[in-house]
């Protein structure tokens, strides 16, 4: 048996290793092995899940895609938000994202892998490249492989344990454990500018494979949301809607008259509020109010209570703001309905994790802010959940998508265990 070796430098499997997680490439195909046609391609790497795939030819240049879906012989062609086509310049990545995620990967029978209408390797069971840069990947050809477009080898590799794709996979496959409720409800409070609605759109953005800001955010000093909006969050811009659903309120101030009334809280919780109601902090939700729910459903309460906390101000707290998050956690103990805290805006606190995101479970600093959110709020450790929203960047994180789903399954958990509570018969 002949012994397949990878043709990529140890430096060139981590830069495509950084670019998807804390994974391994495992070789499935080679096709000066296996041979260069679609018939070996697909014998070797059919429903393997995740893929990087290689091209190689005769004047250095190395090039490829990825694809989180499996590869088939179906003919049709496969949605993948987060397939990227990319390029070697020495040890360093160049990457060219999907444009028509719709069609991001095409499954064709008599060739090895295929992108959209943009790129193969192995073409036609021959050892050639396709290239047609446009609709659905844009590249600079002469960048990407000199525009030679005759293999020297093709290599396909398994990724395995990518952690952002089993996270994504996990939340697309949770389902209530009450079947009268569709969607589990979570509830987002907390103060101005704490990341409230930069939350919904951090999450968007994960499952859409790109930044995106769909609900209003910024750093006024007055709440920006002013109306009670419930968000669903789809898998992917074409996909359906995920089983849980984003709720967002005005900010919490800690002046008496503004902000964010706790009785209008209340209403939130037990589901009487409808969506788009136009928040009055001097008066608080009234029965009479158009769309109040008299007799609200399981489907229509809040399941979980997310409090957002950013993590540069938790010393700086004020006590009239501390106060009236106590007087909020008190009602929803009330119901037992169970508690998060997000600690926010972690970079901004600490130098060391804005360096590297996965220093935030190493730095002492962010370690302190969740013991002392802990012991201000009074809620154990464990509920304390740091994370990172995207402002700025105009680039998808790894490292902050994960926190970003790790704080999503935390809250679907925590809201089975309400279900799991109130023991309502299916």
Known sequence: VTTMTSRLTKSQQRALCSQLGNVKLKLLYKASIHGFTGAAFHQQCDSQGPTVSVGYNATGHIFGGYTSKPFNQSGQFVQDDRAFLFAFKGEDLLKYQVINSNQAVKMIANSGPYFGESFALVNGSQAVVYSNPGNHYNFNAAEMHGDNLQLTDCEVYHVKGEKRVELMDSIKKYKPITSSVPQARILLIGPVGAGKSSFFNSINSVFRGHVTSQAIAGCSGT???????????????????????????????????????????????????????????????????????????????????????????????PTKLEEKLAAVRRKAILMGIPQLILLTKVDEACPTVAEDLSNIYKSRYIKDMVQEVSVRLGVPLSCVVPVKNYYEELELDLKCDILLLNAIIQMLRFADNYFDDIKTPT
């Open 223 to 317: 709440s920006l949301t002013t109306q009670f909006r419930t968000y669903s969050v789809k898998a992917g811009r074409e996909g359906k809607p995920l089983p849980f659903m984003l709720c967002d309120t005005m900010g919490l101030e800690e002046s008496t008259g503004a902000g964010l009334d706790v009785d209008d809280i209340l209403s939130i919780l037990k589901g009487h509020i409808p969506d788009c109601y136009q928040f009055n902090p001097s008066v608080p939700l009234q029965v009479e109010a158009h769309g109040y729910r008299r007799s609200p459903e399981l489907k229509d309460q809040i399941h979980c209570v997310v409090f957002l906390i950013d993590a540069c101000k938790v010393s700086i707290m």
